[in-house]
């Protein structure tokens, strides 16, 4: 069962890439590669009856277990109506900028939301797409090629903003994705290499994440904003991933006036290629990656519709259809989530855990009441920058009911004059 069963998983590329759970670094042209190649290629656990599963060998029952605990840890991203929006936008943008043959500068869009709502893996996901569609309209050449080389092809790069945000520091970052050399370059120099590595390997997009890591009261964060604006000149759609951008101050260009200390909504010639960047509105679309809501009857069915798709890829074995979406459990899940689909994966994926290891094999309000979601220690987030959103308070303990004990007090004697005896029982005394 085993071979059958893991034979894809332990295949690399094919099933479960990465068996040891690394996963692959989407900030580098190789990482990035073999994560768009592979997205899809995770096989959950087949689905087998109750009684089949509780009659198997113990080891084969153990490697299905760790199948399902893996299909558990790996939900796939499901569609929201929030998403489809942001992937209206950003696919109109990146395909029309793709086309322009003007040397214009072509606008960016800025994707914002609250933290934990999936921006990352949205952003990424719809990028990929493109950069499939956009291969196989090339028949995967690199159109920028010069005669005679054969430049790596690389129509999407995604960087991480630097938590300290300085123009060097960013270009470095950029350059780190590509591989190319940034030792003892000066901030022209690493500008120009940028613009080199994007035009060389035929980029079309580059997403920063992060973005609102940048603080506009500080003078690095504001040259750096100036630089990405002049990158928007390098004919790629740039794409700023953030939260809260419209909060951030990102879009209004604040600036530090030294004399009183204050910031100050201006713009300044870009230190970099003496470029007067116009107001950064005018150059991005802002969309909104949301959290679910739960007010009207749209909105609370398109909750129970995404609890239903969790729902579809759970593999618990006395799990009943209607497990998420009926009687009380949407309305619990929203109260312990706030309609955030990270929080409910992470809610999720640790009540399965739990429904596993205790042998309940399925989810229910008193086994989530006892797992408690904790981001405190989330790697590689900014909790000053907003990456890690407030999580609900626990619910408080139900009472649970208990059968009623008999009583142990005296009962007072029944009056049994007016019983009727039926024939031949005792006469009704008279006054009595």
């Known amino acids: 069962m085993s071979s059958v069963m893991f034979g894809d998983l332990a295949d690399g590329e094919n099933g479960w890439h990465g068996w040891s759970g690394m996963p692959a670094q989407r900030d580098t042209v190789e990482g990035w590669d073999l994560w768009r190649r592979t997205r899809h290629q995770f096989v959950p656990a087949p689905r087998l009856e109750p009684a089949r599963w509780r009659g198997m060998p113990a080891r084969e029952k153990s490697l299905y277990d760790l199948h399902r605990t893996a299909t558990h840890a790996n939900l796939p ?24 043959s003007k ?37 995967g050449l690199n159109p920028n090629d010069v005669p005679g080389g054969h430049d790596l092809y690389v129509p999407v790069a995604y960087v ?19 591989g190319a050399p940034t030792k003892n370059m000066d901030l022209p120099d690493l500008v120009h290499q940028v613009a080199a590595s994007l035009h060389d390997h035929g980029t079309r997009v580059l997403i ?5 890591r940048l603080r506009m009261h500080r003078a690095d964060d504001q040259d750096t904003l100036d630089l990405i604006r002049a990158f928007m000149s390098m004919h790629v759609t740039l794409i700023l991933v953030g939260v809260n951008i419209p909060a951030s101050g990102l879009l209004r260009e604040g600036r530090t006036d030294p004399r009183t200390g204050r910031i100050v909504m201006s713009s300044r010639s870009s230190v970099v290629h003496g470029l007067e960047p116009t107001q950064t509105e005018r150059r991005f679309d802002l969309v909104e990656l949301g959290r679910f809501c739960y007010d009207t009857a749209a909105q609370i069915q398109a909750w129970v519709e995404h609890l239903a798709g969790v729902e579809e890829q759970l593999r618990l074995m006395n799990a009943q259809a209607g497990m998420l979406t009926e009687h009380g459990m949407p309305e619990y899940l929203f109260e312990r989530t706030q309609g955030v689909v990270g929080l409910l994966e992470r809610l999720i994926e640790d009540g399965c855990q739990e429904a ?13 009441d006892d797992i408690m979601l904790d981001l405190s220690g989330a790697i590689g987030r900014d909790p000053e920058a907003g990456e890690i959103p407030a999580v609900p308070s626990p619910p408080a303990k139900r009472k649970k009911r208990t059968p009623a ?24 005394k008279q006054g009595a």
Not at 77 to 100: C, D, E, G, I, Y
Not at 103 to 112: A, D, H
Not at 165 to 174: D, F, L, Q, R
């Open 77 to 100: 991203l499901l569609h929201t109506p929030m998403s489809r929006q942001v992937a209206r936008a950003l696919t109109a943008r990146m395909r029309a900028n793709a086309f322009k």
């Open 103 to 139: 040397p214009s500068t072509r606008p960016g869009v800025m994707v914002t939301g609250g933290g934990y709502q999936g921006k990352t893996e949205t952003v990424c996901e719809i990028a990929a797409a493109f950069e499939d569609s956009w291969r196989e309209l090339n028949q």
């Open 160 to 178: 991480q903003t630097p938590v300290t945000a300085k123009p060097k520091s960013t270009c470095k970052a950029i350059l780190n994705f590509f």
């Open 208 to 212: 920063l994440d992060d973005i609102t």
């Open 356 to 368: 596993m290891a205790t042998g309940t094999e399925q989810l229910t309000e008193d086994l989530l």
């Open 405 to 428: 004990k008999p009583s142990t007090a005296k009962k007072s004697r029944r009056n049994t004059v007016f019983d009727d005896h039926g024939p031949g029982g005792p006469d009704l």
